[in-house]
């Protein structure tokens, strides 16, 4: 874990009151409420953003490479917070192409437990950014509050190492973790594959993988994933900018993992292109958020997994922008939407 520096201690002492006022306090610092195709921005995450207008706090976008995710991984330390966890484990497991590291997180009341149901967690970040610490916090929240162990995962990034590298390194560490389940204590039955973003994308892709190789998937958790590069939709017009995620960080990270045009349509990256699905693949729990440029694509998604008879569920939070995953140490709705996501993920593993 990255030490934070004097500064931000401050930034995220102010941003976390900020974000714990009581929602009338919000309201009124952030000024008048934020109305888009009839849904209400959240006052808390209202005032966050206006908060980083008044901090100035650069967009990733407009950093160089290495200072843009240093200010990443900064910016999610600052909402998610250190949340507790009854053990973590530092480990190395295969990728396509080299070791990658992970980081397992068992939650306090499976300590005793010697197997246990598990979640193979692939962060977000555009596929350029993004690290164990950028979602250490949701990978501890998710663990706590599902009672699941959960394994994340880093992957290959985006420029250096283009399409399709990140789906092969998260199949290569699915495959491991059915191998060696028996190793990290977990449940070869009761395994789910999960992440955001980026990470949404890489999770379907790969339960698509696992389909298709007969390996056992019992859930797959679909965070505002990506799952269209070739499709400007109305919600990402409608949020084109700001709400966090903007058209300059999309076109970016396009660019980076998808420098060829027809690698945009390939369904390894625009699973929303696939004709087709495996017999078998998991049910699926698809999450959207409200003011998100990535809506519409994800909820098409769910709606063409439905279509082709398997099992989905699909839930938009109309107050939320994307990224909420990582607001788990401070706030009001974003933490109890948090809540409701890891209650799912537990019934589907119970």
């Not at 934070?4 to 309201?27: C, E, G």
């Not at 240093?70 to 917070?81: E, H, K, N």
């Not at 916090?137 to 599902?146: D, S, T, W």
């Not at 279509?307 to 933490?335: Q, W």
Request: aromatic share 8%.
């Amino acid at each position: 874990m990255r030490v934070p520096s004097l500064r931000t201690k401050i930034d995220t002492q102010l941003l976390r009151a900020a974000m714990n006022a009581p929602p009338r306090v919000q309201r009124l610092l952030s000024g008048r409420a934020v109305v888009r195709d009839g849904q209400t921005l959240a006052p808390e995450t209202q005032l966050m953003l206006r908060l980083q207008v008044v901090a100035r706090e650069p967009r990733v976008e407009d950093l160089s490479l290495p200072m843009a995710r240093a200010a990443l991984v900064r910016q999610a330390q600052m909402i998610g917070g250190d949340l507790p966890i009854g053990a973590v484990r530092e480990l190395v497991v295969p990728g396509a192409d080299g070791p990658l590291k992970a980081r397992l997180y068992t939650p306090l009341a499976r300590l005793r437990d010697k197997t246990m149901p598990t979640l193979l967690f692939v962060h977000g970040g555009g596929y350029m950014f993004g690290d164990l610490d950028s979602h250490d916090a949701p990978c501890r929240f998710l663990a706590e509050n599902a009672g699941v162990q959960v394994l994340s995962i880093e992957y290959r990034l985006a420029p250096e190492h283009p399409f399709p590298a990140a789906a092969e390194d998260v199949a290569a560490a699915f495959r491991w973790l059915v191998a060696h389940a028996t190793e990290i204590g977990a449940d070869v039955d009761k395994l789910a594959i999960g992440g955001d973003s980026a990470g949404g994308n890489l999770a379907a892709v790969t339960a698509i993988t696992a389909a298709r190789e007969g390996l056992p998937l019992a859930f797959q958790l679909l965070v505002y994933p990506g799952t269209d590069f070739t499709t400007e939709t109305r919600s990402r017009k409608l949020f084109v900018n700001g709400f966090y995620l903007n058209k300059g960080f999309i076109d970016s990270a396009q660019q980076a993992y998808l420098p060829g045009a027809a690698d945009r349509a390939d369904p390894r990256a625009s699973v929303l292109l696939s004709a087709d699905f495996p017999k078998g693949l998991a049910p699926a729990y698809v999450v959207t958020a409200g003011f998100d440029p990535l809506r519409d694509e994800g909820e098409a998604y769910a709606q063409l997994l439905a279509e082709h008879g398997v099992t989905v569920d699909a839930k938009r939070y109309p107050s939320m922008i994307h990224g909420f995953l990582n607001f788990v140490g401070c706030g009001h709705e974003a933490p109890a939407y948090n809540r409701e996501i890891a209650e799912r993920l537990r019934l589907a593993l119970r």
